[in-house]
């Protein structure tokens, strides 16, 4: 029987891209999308996954359509905690609100996401945990306090938790990608993205697949030694201690 892999904001860039390595790699992938519907259609008729509309930064909507898959597809082996959202603003002008959508989607949603899923892993002594953070995350930006502090906390999330599970046979692991050639990098005005590019020792962008490459690696069996790491992939723009 497949492993049952979860991916939040499964349906469209990054989260596509790993939906769909997922599915390649013979799991049964359930994404979950926020409310683009036309874009989840599409994601399902290309890749042939299941998808699931869900609010990730509304616990009790997380618990039931969990319930909702596992009834589907049995047991949950594999999560990835991808959803995100950005408000940007200098925090001396961001509103309460920006900063609490921010931290609801991208960081209260992974304990939202995993409560639920975390016991049958015990139970069924497996588990794979990956939580997508950020290199914002990692060093901070100019307008983005809020999504800087969820990031980060989604790195403390994993070092804690990957502590606390590694004995029950469940890996905790966070990726923090740089600049990826997705629709919202792409939307920006070229001189910015032109500064950007020009930051990146490698030279370029990176792509939604290398990310999924990397989720892939983390989801397998020959990544079991590996828990509580921060990978971070973003062309050498920033190397962590």
Not at 17 to 32: F, H, N, T
Not at 41 to 53: F, H, L, P, R, S
Not at 149 to 163: C, D, E, H, P
């Amino acid at each position: 029987m497949s492993k049952l892999a979860i991916v939040t904001g499964g349906t469209r860039g990054i989260g596509y891209a790993i939906s769909k390595r997922l599915k390649e790699d013979g799991m049964a992938v359930a994404a979950i999308y926020g409310g683009n519907a036309e874009a989840a259609k599409k994601c399902a008729d290309e890749i042939g996954v299941a998808t699931y509309q869900c609010d990730v930064s509304d616990a009790k909507a997380c618990e039931e359509v969990i319930g909702q898959i596992e009834s589907d597809h049995g047991g949950v082996s594999v999560l990835v905690n991808n959803a995100g959202i950005t408000r940007d603003g200098a925090f001396h002008k961001m509103t309460a609100e920006q900063w609490g959508q921010v931290i609801s989607t991208n960081l209260d949603s992974a304990f939202n996401m995993t409560r639920p899923v975390i016991n049958g892993m015990r139970d069924r002594s497996f588990g794979r945990i990956i939580n997508i953070s950020s290199i914002n995350g990692q060093k901070g930006q100019f307008g983005q306090t809020n999504y800087s502090a969820a990031k980060a906390g989604l790195i403390g999330f994993t070092r804690a938790l990957a502590q606390e599970c590694a004995r029950k046979g469940i890996t905790v692991n966070a990726i923090a990608p740089g600049y990826i050639e997705t629709e919202m990098v792409g939307a920006m005005k070229q001189e910015v993205l032109d500064s950007i590019v020009a930051g990146i020792p490698v030279g370029r962008l990176g792509q939604p697949e290398e990310i999924a490459a990397a989720v892939s690696f983390l989801a397998g069996d020959d990544a079991g030694f590996i828990t509580g790491a921060t990978l971070s992939q973003n062309g050498g723009q920033y190397i962590a201690a």
